[in-house]
């Protein structure tokens, strides 16, 4: 039977790449080939675990961790990311993202970033799943506020009231091609120059990750504080 794109969706939909690799009598190596050449996506990380947990038991599956749990769980995450070790698997990691995009063909990168431009982004006054994640981080830690214009035709993300820091939550500036991007970078700075005006300091996170974790929001936070420290800033830019 010949491997079309219909067939090869059909069949991810319902079983893994290592189930269908197996069903098709192929090296997983030669599944991978064949989904680049037929342009079949493959699922991210968080996709699979939630397919798998679909049709498998888990044991933790029904159950939540304490908020004592969950906040040993994120400590040791991020003191591992912050170790040596940690930041060596930053580095392979990068490394390896960096080596899959440049064997992605330039139809492949095309639509990749077709994908991420026309994605559904939240609407002013709106957060995104992480920004809601930290605005709730930083509340339990701060004075927060939410979706407030302070600036004509703006409505700011993430307002720290006793400090007059707004954090401003930007996805990657490279989803939104070359001819986009200076435009994008031209764009923000004029808010942040029309926020310092107004007598905010301004730093700007650049949302890279698909991770919504405490360790993730703590390692922001890390970052917030010198800048809070550091009255001579007027802007700050973290890389999340």
């Not at 390692?219 to 890389?239: C, E």
Request: charged residues 35%.
């Amino acid at each position: 039977m010949e491997l079309t794109k219909e067939r090869l969706e059909e069949l991810y939909e319902t079983m893994s790449l290592a189930e269908v690799a197996s069903h098709l009598g192929m090296a997983r190596s030669t599944l991978y080939y064949h989904m680049r050449k037929l342009g079949v996506e493959r699922r991210s990380k968080s996709e699979a675990q939630q397919k798998h947990l679909e049709t498998a038991d888990h044991q933790r599956k029904g159950k939540t961790h304490s908020e004592e749990t969950k906040e040993k769980i994120s400590e040791g995450t991020r003191r591992f990311w912050d170790s040596s070790d940690g930041k060596r698997q930053k580095e392979r990691l990068g490394s390896l993202r960096r080596e899959e995009w440049d064997q992605r063909t330039a139809k492949e990168r095309s639509r990749v970033l077709s994908r991420l431009q026309s994605a559904e982004r939240p609407a002013p006054g709106e957060l995104s799943r992480f920004g809601e994640k930290l605005a709730t981080f930083l509340g339990d830690r701060e004075d927060v506020t939410t979706g407030i214009t302070l600036t004509p035709g703006h409505v700011s993300d993430i307002i720290l009231t006793s400090h007059r820091v707004v954090v401003e939550l930007l996805l990657p500036v490279s989803v939104y091609g070359d001819e986009q991007k200076q435009k994008v970078e031209q764009r923000y700075d004029r808010l942040v120059n029309q926020l310092n005006d107004a007598g905010y300091r301004v730093v700007i996170v650049e949302d890279r990750s698909n991770a919504i974790s405490q360790a993730r929001c703590q390692r922001v936070y890390d970052q917030l504080l010198k800048f809070f420290d550091n009255k001579t800033l007027q802007r700050m830019a973290i890389v999340s």
